[in-house]
């Protein structure tokens, strides 16, 4: 898909030389109980086709949405900037480039940089890492979403929308055995079903939609906490 200069990518992004905190392991934050099981963020993975279907979900996203959104799209280096100026145009909320230890907030987004993986902390605080490529990306689905499984448990809510091969497919059903909600791109409105087909085929999905549903459904579910 393309939009202006924009391009989707399948290939290697570019590795760069990056000092970034080590993965961080399970903790016992991610077993808490009570009001800490509530989502604390929502974490999404898409490749092609994926940037239409995100700006179809932000749109959707009020700016009183109580939880940050980080996304992982696979796209040429080069062109994400120019995706998150687009993006945060169209949906009227605060889209940017995560940094390294940054703490996002509610109702902003924030994007995988060119060659870094994203992960969370158990703490929600997001990291980068230049750890080896995953499915040939970096930054990675996959990634993501076994940081979020694994430091954050039920409290991440993952979304797997359209793109080709398998990335964030098997860590998608991390996140939904950790206790974490999860949704997947359903095939008639994805442009690829691969990524969300592979997580269909592992039942890492507890729901799967096409992409008004899927937004109307994560927004009642932010919104619920």
Not at 40 to 45: E, F, M, P
Not at 56 to 64: C, D, W
Request: hydrophobic share 45%; proline share 8%.
């Amino acid at each position: 898909w393309c939009a202006g200069s924009l391009r989707v990518c399948s290939g290697e992004a570019a590795r760069l030389p990056i000092t970034a905190p080590a993965h961080r392991p399970p903790s016992e934050s991610s077993k808490e109980t009570g009001a800490s099981k509530s989502p604390k963020v929502v974490v999404i993975g898409a490749s092609t086709g994926g940037p239409p279907v995100l700006k179809a979900i932000l749109e959707r996203v009020p700016p009183s949405f109580p939880l940050p959104i980080v996304v992982v799209q696979h796209i040429s280096p080069g062109f994400l900037a120019g995706l998150v100026d687009w993006l945060g145009l169209a949906a009227g909320l605060t889209v940017s480039i995560a940094r390294n230890l940054e703490v996002p907030q509610p109702g902003q987004v924030y994007f995988a940089g060119d060659g870094r993986h994203l992960g969370l902390t158990h703490d929600g605080a997001l990291y980068l890492s230049d750890e080896p490529s995953e499915h040939g990306m970096r930054p990675a689905v996959s990634y993501l979403f076994r940081t979020a499984a694994e430091n954050l448990g039920r409290r991440a809510i993952g979304v797997l929308l359209t793109g080709m091969g398998r990335d964030g497919a098997l860590e998608l059903k991390q996140m939904r055995d950790a206790g974490a909600v999860t949704f997947a791109q359903d095939e008639a409105s994805s442009v690829v079903f691969g990524m969300p087909g592979e997580a269909v085929g592992l039942e890492a999905a507890m729901h799967v939609l096409p992409t008004e549903a899927l937004a109307e459904a994560l927004v009642k579910l932010g919104m619920r906490g």
